[in-house]
């Protein structure tokens, strides 16, 4: 069975995108080198959408491109419908905190863990990500311009030569920032912290990686 119609079936996505593609691996939240002095007592981070700088672009890779625009033809295997499943029931009650409507709800959760496993990322540190940039608002708009649920700088569109993309449709925009924080994922040879820090645009400081994880810690942690 093709993936997309399995996620059809479980009702996990509701129309495909345009293309879904493995990204580089993602380091795991527990791994030593991760932030891992924040205790599990850490205060939640605020729902205002964070202020990304202007940020210096690296050389942008053809993967980058390839990763929006390519098509997934693996088979979905079956403990992986069983997986989804779960962590959705575990999901669906924290993320009511932001979303109220219950039908949206799923629908997101089941695109978050989507674009999430497709670029190769936790789709609990995207659930973080999503909280400290957007508070899960599709339409947030930062001072800097930065647009929809994971604050995507509309300088990527151009970057990455698709014109007719809407960085406020917010499934697309889950397909953009799990790609491009799995490229600087990749970038930075795994380092979480790194990575975040160039997703916010502000490398050299950990403000912002300090925020995703107290995030993450507090509200999306899962005990093994």
Do not use: C
């Not at 791994?31 to 990304?52: D, K, Y």
């Not at 295997?77 to 709800?105: G, I, K």
């Not at 970038?187 to 990686?209: F, H, I, K, M």
């Amino acid at each position: 069975m093709p993936p997309f119609a399995a996620w059809l079936m479980l009702g996990l996505i509701s129309l495909p995108l345009s293309g879904g593609a493995q990204a580089n691996e993602g380091a795991d939240a527990n791994e030593p080198g991760f932030i891992g002095a924040l205790s599990t007592n850490s205060p939640p981070s605020t729902n205002q959408p964070t202020e990304p700088r202007v940020q210096v672009l690296p050389d942008i890779p053809p993967s980058l491109r390839a990763t929006l625009d390519a098509v997934t033809t693996a088979e979905l295997p079956a403990e992986s419908v069983w997986a989804a499943r779960q962590w959705m029931n575990t999901m669906e009650p924290r993320l009511a905190r932001y979303v109220s409507d219950a039908e949206l709800r799923k629908e997101m959760l089941g695109r978050i863990y989507h674009e999430s496993r497709l670029a190769g990322l936790s789709p609990e540190i995207v659930l973080a990500v999503i909280q400290v940039e957007s508070a899960f608002r599709a339409d947030a708009v930062s001072s800097a311009g930065a647009v929809g649920l994971m604050q995507i700088m509309p300088f990527w569109i151009r970057e990455l030569g698709r014109p007719a993309d809407e960085l406020k449709d917010p499934w697309l925009n889950l397909r953009y920032g799990s790609t491009i924080l799995a490229h600087y994922l990749a970038v930075e040879r795994g380092d979480l912290t790194r990575a975040l820090a160039r997703y916010n645009g502000s490398l050299g400081q950990t403000w912002y990686p300090e925020r995703v994880m107290a995030a993450w810690r507090s509200h999306w942690w899962i005990a093994p």
